[in-house]
């Protein structure tokens, strides 16, 4: 029984038994069971047409001291409601007359009557109050199987993160886990806390507890919408107590009742009470109390042994009691739009996971999450909005919401006037503005009710309440620390109301001053757009810019998401200043490098003009609308990316002849790459490597990257030094490999750049999985995308959250079990290698290249270069695993938590993933665009990690090039055909069905 309720763990903590760092591992459990029923939840509400999980789970937690039977009510809660044909997990009971706990960690369980509802309900079973230090049975268990190496029917988490703060031993204890760290993350996200009591005649204890438990958390966190409801289950009542009694709200009135003085007596209550009433809060009662920690509570008495339909009854009671704190919770969530649906929820965890894997004293903030959770929209009413953050945090608390929307008015206004000449819209103010109105509107509404701060400031402190409108809650005013200070509700003198007309009009009647300017400046001979573009750059930005910076400063207000320039579209181009901006701005505020047809030069930042200028113009190089798309493809395998070097250098020695010096990355638009891959891609790319210095590289990365811990090889004790470590390999020598390999100065994306000789204009982009169990893509460039995909495209929101070229490689080849996950320490993300998901990045690079060019002009690329890192066609097949994730993160809970077990996609299953690719595309597409190599090696394949079997590898794979020469001539040519476009200039209707089409060849080597 024991190891099937393994199965169920959610979280918990693995304690090395050396005394080292103990490490928090989820196991999946919560992506598990949403997977589970979101094939029959899809098909049950056939109107949802939505590519992720929109259904709003709530999480019911139950706690209590151990042994007073928190696991035998979700067991009855279940068994209750199972029909006939239905099988759910419960949790194992303790035998009578045991006292050691039965479980340890925290354990998720379904309810059966919600599983496939748009609400489904989570009851979470919580390692037992008071156990001390006692090892529960189950972990007993877990150390029999690991010594008798039958761990196979354990969990395999699919995360890791070292404890930071547990540095002492009784930060370290199995109570402490208990009383500080699983209350911070139940109290935070339950709707429902279920507070189990085996003796009822210890009412006052168990309130003491109930109060103890809460505050533990209670400040631990900040934005937090609602509080969790309470339901206090008195388990084990006696049969003879007065009838009336077993009715809930009776229950609860009597025994509130019975306990209502006590807030002056008791001490316990007399200490909190006066933590509320220094904060202007009045307690009371001891409801009063309780109510400040929760948003209600509900008393339920369960019987003992001897009345089983009575116990049936007070079950359902019980069930009831739980599924409207659910509902409520949920109507309240909603109300200020705080309701987190599946994917959301998860998200939402996992950032909590890492925040208080680092931290225990420090509040999560739901408001900070929310921007990597749930980014602000790419628009122009979210850009506004971006910018209006910006503005705020620059200034701090010296400007009220009032001053801000007025500064931006004129920045507003002047680029919907640049915008609407670039559009070519004509007509007055009244006839431009409404089409931007409603972007106005959903800019000021968001920033009042999701990040304008309550205004309240306490007098003798002058501390301010950090929590926004949507966040504020019943807690009170806390400051950045999360600790509440004074009691009261959300405070602002102007709200969405009160300032949407004033921002409005401030913005139409600037927009009519600025199209005024603009009809006496243009003339016949003047364009408008330009003159447009100058107006905005020196009446607006160049004033705007110093002005709200506060110290003359406009480097304060940098983005990574938006076009600081026009707020009208994502930057892509990174000024040596560190600006970036969109390709429309780029192109008006530059001129075309004279004997270039690709190549645009920019004197100087538009938005610091009167800065000195740099001594030589900045190139920014344009892909020509009439060229199509190149795109290489690089999978992942460790040590056998050398594979992948060898098959690029066998192309580059074709394209250049004997003296040639052209890269073979100059021939590609787009090269996506996984892992190993990964690292090839931004060798090529962000450092610009040839293949030559790239296989140098590469091999003393693989060298200094794969160096055991010490210990690690000796027999048996080797596995047990791998294991507490979490990884193989040491993670210092390979974090100073990668820095000198790709430079610890150079960002991924944007940051000040004063040397463009080694940048290079082609795109690349790397997976990684977040250990949210989502994977990410990370890249160099930018693109707009407002459809849900089946990976995340991560992008900063400025170069303090970036990541740096070598932290990319890191985070795309975290391989578990050989490498730690890679904790970014900035933006608190936390990654694993790429390939657990798309180990042939086939399907990315498909998605990205349609979203960064569209597909008017082209349906399909020119050429798609795909390269494998060998396979052996005679090992046997496994059965297929899909290699892309369908329906969100949830389909695929159960293939996730099979691969953490062995980590990576093998060789076959790229070569299938890419056989899928091309099965799906149209027949009358020329299958000659599509290109997949990779070697079929005979000879057993070296593992990931052989770096002993480099070299010889290597050797063999240039005997098995040097086969394929005429092959490799052919590619050759056909990439050199494929840099060649042709541009139209002029269509001449000749007859019926012919005409002559006039134009020029070009030709784009990046």
């Known amino acids: 029984m024991h190891e099937d309720d393994a199965q169920t763990s959610w979280f918990g903590i693995q304690r090395p038994l050396d005394g080292n760092t103990p490490t928090f591992m989820d196991y999946g459990r919560f992506a598990h069971l949403l997977s589970t029923t979101v094939e029959e939840w899809s098909s049950s509400f056939q109107h949802i047409q939505s590519s992720r999980d929109n259904r709003t789970p709530s999480l019911v937690s139950f706690v209590g001291q151990t042994g007073h039977g928190k696991s035998t009510l979700i067991k009855l809660l279940i068994d209750l409601h199972v029909v006939d044909g239905q099988t759910f997990c419960t949790p194992v009971v303790g035998a009578p007359g045991v006292t050691d706990p039965t479980s340890e960690d925290v354990h998720l369980y379904s309810d059966p009557v919600t599983a496939v509802c748009e609400a489904p309900i989570f009851f979470a079973d919580c390692e037992g109050l008071l156990g001390g230090e006692r090892e529960p049975i189950s972990a007993k268990l877990k150390r029999t199987l690991h010594k008798a190496a039958k761990s196979t029917s354990l969990p395999t988490p699919i995360s890791e993160r070292e404890l930071a703060w547990a540095d002492s031993t009784s930060l370290r204890s199995r109570q402490f886990a208990v009383t500080n760290l699983y209350p911070r993350l139940l109290y935070t996200f ?52 007065d009838e009336t009694l077993w ?85 309240r969530k909603a109300e200020v739009r705080m ?398 490999a990668l820095q000198v390999a790709f430079s610890n100065d150079q960002y991924l994306f944007g940051g000040q750049r004063y040397d463009q000789n080694w940048i290079s204009p082609v795109k690349v982009a790397v997976t990684t999985t977040l250990s949210s169990t989502s994977p990410v893509l990370l890249a160099n460039y930018n693109r707009r995308c407002d459809d849900k995909l089946s990976y995340q495209f991560q992008r900063a929101e400025g170069v303090d959250t970036e990541l740096k070229t070598w932290e990319a490689a890191r985070a795309t080849s975290a391989a578990p079990r050989y490498f730690k996950p890679f904790h970014h320490e900035s933006s608190k993300q936390t990654y694993l290698d790429g390939a657990l998901y798309y180990n042939n990045p086939i399907g990315v690079a498909d998605s990205e290249w349609k979203l960064i060019w569209g597909s008017n002009l082209c349906s399909h690329p020119d050429i798609v270069l795909s390269l494998g890192t060998g396979y052996d066609p005679q090992k046997r097949e496994r059965p297929q695993r899909s290699s892309a994730v369908r329906r969100g993160i949830f389909r695929n809970g159960k293939f996730l938590l099979k691969i953490a077990a062995d980590h990576l996609q093998d060789a076959l299953d790229c070569e299938k993933t890419w056989q899928e690719y091309t099965r799906r595309l149209p027949e009358e597409v020329s299958r000659s665009r599509f290109v997949r190599y990779s070697p079929q090696l005979i000879k057993d394949l070296p593992a990931l990690d052989d770096v002993h079997r480099l070299d010889s590898l290597q050797e063999m794979v240039r005997g098995f090039l040097s086969e394929d020469a005429v092959k490799f001539r052919r590619l050759a040519m056909q990439l050199i055909a494929t840099s060649f476009y042709f541009e139209t200039e002029k269509v001449e209707q000749l007859a019926l069905n012919t005409a002559t089409i006039t134009g020029k060849v070009g030709f784009v080597v990046l």
């Open 339 to 736: 309701l987190l649906d599946a994917e959301e929820l998860q998200s939402y965890l996992q950032s909590a996971f890492d925040h208080f894997a680092r931290s225990l004293d420090h509040p999560f903030d739901f408001v900070q999450a929310s921007f990597s959770n749930s980014p602000i929209p790419l628009d122009f009413g979210g850009n506004i909005l971006k910018l209006a953050i910006n503005l705020m945090r620059v200034w701090e608390n010296q400007i009220d919401i009032e001053v801000i929307f007025q500064e931006l008015s004129y920045m507003v206004a002047s680029c919907i006037m640049l915008d609407s000449a670039r559009k070519k819209n004509l007509g007055v103010a009244r006839d431009i503005f409404p089409q931007y109105l409603e972007h106005l509107d959903a800019a000021l509404e968001n920033f009042c009710e999701s990040h304008w701060p309550c205004e309240y400031v306490e007098s003798d402190s002058h501390l301010r309440c950090v929590n926004v409108k949507s966040g504020h809650g019943e807690k009170g005013h806390q400051n950045a620390s999360g600790k509440i200070f004074a009691d009261g509700a959300y405070e602002s003198r102007r709200t969405f109301d009160t300032l949407q007309e004033e921002f409005a009009n401030n913005c139409f009647f600037r927009l009519q001053e600025l199209l005024d300017l603009l009809r006496q400046k243009r003339n016949a001979r003047n364009d408008e757009i330009q003159v447009a573009a100058e107006i905005h750059r020196d009446d607006v930005m160049a004033w705007f810019y110093r002005h709200v910076s506060g110290d003359g400063r406009p480097g304060r207000y940098n983005s990574h998401s938006v076009c600081f320039c026009c707020l009208l579209r994502p930057p892509e181009h990174a000024l040596p200043c560190g600006h970036v901006l969109c390709t429309q701005c780029i192109m008006i505020y530059g001129h075309p490098r004279p004997g270039s047809r690709t190549e645009i030069q920019i004197e100087y930042c538009p938005l610091e003009v009167q800065t000195v200028r740099a001594s030589q113009p900045w190139r920014v190089h344009l892909k020509p609308d009439a060229a199509g798309v190149r795109i290489l493809t690089l999978d992942g395998g460790g040590i056998r990316g050398i594979v992948e070097l060898e098959i690029l250098q066998s192309l580059e020695k074709e394209l250049n002849g004997r003296n040639g010096r052209l890269r073979i990355q100059s021939f590609f638009d787009l090269v996506v790459g996984t892992s190993t891959g990964g690292l090839i891609a931004l060798g090529l790319v962000a450092r610009n490597w040839s293949v030559g210095n790239c296989i140098e590289s590469f091999k003393e990365l693989c060298q200094k990257a794969f160096t055991r811990r010490t210990g690690s090889n000796i027999p048996l004790f080797g596995f047990l030094v791998d294991s507490y470590n979490h990884s193989k390999y040491e993670t210092t020598p390979l974090h100073e």
């Open 190 to 241: 339950s709707d429902v806390i279920v507070f189990v009591l085996k003796n009822p005649r210890a009412i006052e204890d168990v309130l003491e507890h109930l109060v103890n438990w809460a505050d533990a958390a209670l400040e631990m966190s900040s934005n937090q919408p609602v509080l969790p409801h309470v339901i206090i289950a008195l388990n084990a009542s006696e049969n003879n107590i």
């Open 247 to 331: 009715d809930p709200d009776i229950a609860t009135s009597a025994i509130l009742e019975s306990m209502s003085r006590t807030v002056f007596r008791n001490t316990t209550f007399k200490k909190y009470a006066q933590f509320w009433r220094e904060r202007k809060r009045q307690i009371e009662t001891v409801e009063q109390l309780i109510r400040s920690y929760y948003s209600s509570i509900k008393v339920v008495r369960i019987p003992e042994q001897g009345r089983p339909q009575l116990i049936q009854t007070q079950i359902r009671r019980l069930y009831a009691g739980i599924s409207s704190a659910c509902e409520k919770a949920r109507n």
